[in-house]
């Protein structure tokens, strides 16, 4: 704030993993999708939004860095992160929820 900043907050490795490939934080080639932890995941997330929710130079939250999950995961997964986010005190007029969409397959079968 001292700078005038504008930062995105990013859960950019998630509990578990949410891939397995160094941009979650490590490498991995035998990981599977089922190691993902959402509810570490969100407690995660819940801590940081909390933390900044007040923070004037927190501009967004993305609630997980380029994921490699089925939508049958992602979807209740970004549902509940956003309802955490907003329920940590993170104001939708003031902060943006940013979902990437990792892979065009899940742009076309949302």
Known sequence: ERHSLSLLLELHAAPGGQSGRQTTGR???TWEPSRFDADG???ALRLVAT???SSRSVVAISPL???EL???VLLPYYQRAYETVRGSGMRAGQVAFVLQLYGLGA???L
Do not use: M, V
């Open 27 to 29: 490498s991995d080639p």
């Open 41 to 43: 995941a969100l407690s």
């Open 51 to 53: 933390r900044y929710n």
């Open 65 to 67: 860095n380029e994921p």
């Open 70 to 72: 089925s939508n049958e």
């Open 107 to 109: 742009i076309f079968s």
